[in-house]
């Protein structure tokens, strides 16, 4: 393992918990996303249900924020970018696997906040193939449902005696695991890289483009809320069923910036596009007499845009929402307005909401565009002590200095508005349009569907660097070994953020254009400037060499996101508090290990997207405190020569302590001891493989069991995620030494799993339901074959 230690260790020699997926093991799972592969990671629980590309959730040993706010994602050992959870900006979307992942390292606590930035809970480290001594290489074709098409391929080998060369990449398109009706995901990845032999130095060069389309799926309504009994499953099947629709693929997205009336083009089609560049250069320098010199650099140029609709308001009756669209149109149109009514948006024809169960639904449809630029360098000089000064009856040294840098240019530009549809899977998109008695119209009060532009405006920018001196050293006396590390972090941040300002585009004929949001022009110039300090201090036992004790406490502090610049936020620093012990055994056919874990957050900063009363998009900043015990373990035994099982189980107490609203310094109520929102108390899977021979190729058929326990959407624990449990199937047959055919199905049983809530409201009270009535889905049952060659 090369994960969370200076020079690599191996699993029992580490003392902290650390898994990893090997290439078969990548393949065997068949993930949809990064975040799909960490859900059997034990202490971790995910959220993979909002596609394959990046905005997934994970949650990691009870520490109270999703997405990646806690676990920072590396590719060979060098951080991706230093803040892993920018919103709009997950740091998954800089990374897709192919067959070019050798294998995925996953440190949980432990000393990855020694060698990461904003890590406490752990760090994931994608290993990049490299050139290899003789020619090998794979193609990979895979096709399933949903339209699904993908192919992957690599090629390594030697140029000379000193020049090897590895390249690989995908391409993929398919229809979408919820289909809107319209290619929902599409594009790939191509990297390489070169691998330089010059003695005592190894060198790689490298370089990747992702250019990359997947459709975002956000939580859909799942119950009526006049009578939360009643399913609305007839009309949006949660398993496949999607907000998205071809009815507004394409729609002219108005606002304002410096008085003038501006417009944006926006394709749903596009979801999360990611395109990123990115060149590195890898050396090691075995300099003899124990000393070794890494130096790890990287520039990365990535954009990232968001077209997606998010969940906002539960649905409302038709009746209802004509009511108060009425005394709207009265204020806006005047008293000769009498009725209003709906009709669709594209055709103009009059819309019964009682053919969709007497419903309609108001939803956000945002637009977000994020460009990134970030050179890094990670410089390490370690020395490994046997003898002299440090060695003899000290003990065996390695001792490790290092300085990490990374320049950042940061920018973003948000655009939110709301539409209106109907409830359905796929909805049309509605007006509501106002008729004079004579039933002549005389304005409408949406227009081409849109409810209200501009309700969230940001546009910002942050440019600045990390500057990070650590050093860690680990001691060996025989069976006895101790390590301690220390991290200190300059964060330093500059830039600022537009003024929001409303105005009234002068559209006579629709109200939707009387306030809408927009930038002034005038920019607010701000900073951050952050200190942060990060240690630990680990001890180990290895009694019989094949098994080993180990506790660790580490103290570490999370720094604010760089929205403190180029939003309004002013959040600080988290400090983390968290501590470790557990026994690891590993024997022929059989390895198991056994954690104990704890985490406390006294000043806990985070925040909240939310709607206010009025529907405009805002973020609530939020400080609390919280405490987490628990115990994770994990199994790998193999009984006898035609039969394995793996499996992973957690059980913990992720609590409330505390929670205030940053800005009114109001304090929540009630909320001592509550269940921290969307972190389950139990997760655990299984999964068995019989092996077999079929005229003497290998066959291997696996299940994987996995079941996530009851969450809540809200810190309160007004409103409950019911627990659920999948099951996935897997087949692998070597039909020659070079030719696989692999089937894989997920989620066999087309089980209803519930995630998120909704998550732009419910976050901080619950749905007013004591199960929720708008949730995100996971998806239903999908199937693919693969077909492989290997030389």
């Known amino acids: 393992m090369v994960t969370g230690t200076p020079l690599g260790r191996t699993r029992l020699d580490a003392p902290f918990a650390i898994s990893a997926f090997s290439e078969a093991a990548i393949a065997k799972a068949a993930p949809l996303s990064t975040a799909d592969l960490l859900k059997t990671v034990p202490g971790f629980s995910a959220e993979p249900s909002g596609g394959q590309g990046g905005g997934q959730n994970l949650y990691v040993r009870g520490l109270p924020a999703g997405g990646w706010f806690y676990v920072q994602l590396q590719e060979d050992g060098l951080t991706l970018f230093d803040e892993p959870q920018e919103s709009f900006f997950n740091i998954d979307t800089l990374y897709s696997l192919d067959l070019m992942t050798q294998r995925v390292e996953v440190v949980r606590g432990g000393t990855s906040p020694i060698f990461a930035n904003n890590a406490p809970g752990g760090t994931v480290n994608a290993i990049t193939r490299r050139g290899t001594a003789t020619p090998e290489g794979q193609v990979k074709v895979t096709g399933g449902n949903h339209g699904f098409a993908r192919g992957d391929a690599y090629v390594a080998g030697p140029i000379s005696d000193t020049v090897r060369y590895s390249l690989g990449g995908f391409y993929r398109r398919d229809d979408g695991y919820r289909e809107p009706g319209f290619t929902a995901d599409r594009g790939g990845q191509i990297r390489g890289s070169l691998s330089f032999l010059l003695g005592d130095v190894l060198l790689d060069v490298d370089a990747k483009y992702l250019n990359d389309r997947t459709a975002f799926y956000n939580p859909i309504p799942l119950a009526d809320p006049r009578n939360p009994s009643t399913s609305l499953s007839g009309l949006i099947d949660p398993l496949n069923g999607t907000l998205l629709s071809n009815a507004f693929r394409n729609t002219v997205q108005r606002s304002s910036f410096c008085g003038q009336a501006t417009t944006r083009d926006a394709d749903l089609a596009d979801g999360i596009h990611s395109r990123v560049f990115e060149t590195g250069a890898f050396l090691t320098w075995d300099a003899g007499d124990g000393l070794t010199l890494t130096n790890k650099a990287r520039f990365t140029d990535a954009r990232a845009g968001y077209d997606a609709v998010f969940s906002g308001a539960a649905p409302a009756a038709g009746s ?18 009498t009725r209003v009514g709906f009709v669709d948006a594209n055709g103009g024809a009059a819309f019964d909401p009682a053919t969709t169960g007497g419903l309609v639904l108001e939803s956000g449809l945002w637009n977000t565009r994020t460009n990134l630029r970030t050179i890094a360098n990670d410089l390490r000089l370690t020395k490994q002590f046997d003898s002299g000064p440090l060695g003899g009856a000290l003990g065996t040294h390695s001792l490790s200095f290092g300085v990490y840098y990374n320049h950042f240019d940061f920018d973003q530009d948000r655009l939110q508005n709301t539409i209106l549809t109907n409830v359905k899977n796929r909805p049309d998109l509605l007006d509501v349009v106002a008729y004079n008695a004579a039933g002549q119209v005389v304005g409408s009060v949406t227009e081409n569907g849109f409810v209200r532009y501009g309700n969230g405006v940001t546009r910002g920018n942050a440019k600045g660097f990390y500057l990070s001196p650590y050093i860690a050293d680990s001691v060996t006396f025989g069976k006895l070994g101790f390590d301690a590390g220390l991290r200190y972090t300059y964060y330093d941040a500059s830039g600022g953020v537009f003024a929001n300002t409303t105005r009234n585009l002068g559209n006579a004929a629709t109200l939707a254009d009387d306030n809408v949001g927009g930038l002034s022009g005038a920019f607010a110039a701000r900073s951050d400037h952050r200190r942060a300090l990060q240690w630990t201090v680990g001890t180990e036992y290895k009694f019989v060499p094949e098994a080993q004790l180990f506790a660790r406490y580490t103290a570490s502090e999370r720094l604010p996101r760089l929205q403190n610049v180029y939003q309004t936020q002013n959040l600080g620093l988290t400090s983390i508090a ?47 405190g919280t405490r987490t015990y628990g115990v994770e373990a994990d199994l790998n035994w193999r009984p006898a020569r035609f039969f394995g099982i793996t499996g992973t189980a957690t059980a913990q107490r992720p609590e409330t302590k505390s929670l205030v609203n940053v800005t009114t310094g109001a304090a929540y109520t009630g909320l001592e001891g509550k269940q921290l929102s969307r972190i389950p108390r139990y997760i655990f899977s299984a999964s068995p493989t019989v092996y077999v021979d079929v005229a003497g190729r290998a066959i291997e058929l696996s299940a994987q069991v996995y079941h996530l326990a009851r969450r809540y959407v809200d810190y309160t624990n007004a409103t409950a995620l019911p627990a659920f449990t999948t099951l996935d199937l897997n087949l692998l047959a070597r039909i020659t030494d070079r030719i696989e055919v692999q089937g894989h199905v997920s989620n066999l049983t087309n089980t209803v799993g519930l995630t998120e809530g909704n998550a732009r409201v419910d976050q901080l009270s619950g749905q007013g339901t004591a199960e929720a009535i708008y949730a995100r889905p996971i998806f239903g049952r999908i199937a693919t074959v693969s077909l492989s060659y290997r030389w």
Do not use: M
Request: aromatic content about 10%; proline content about 2%; cysteine-free.
């Open 320 to 337: 209802t929402y004509l009511a108060s669209a009425l005394a709207r149109a009265q204020a806006g149109f005047g008293a000769a307005v």
């Open 578 to 624: 968290q501590a470790e012990g557990g026994i690891r055994t590993a024997f022929k056919g059989f390895s198991a290990g056994l954690v104990g874990f704890w985490s406390k957050f006294d000043n806990l900063t985070t925040s909240a997207i939310v709607l206010d009363a009025s529907g405009n998009v805002v973020t609530v900043p939020l400080a609390g």
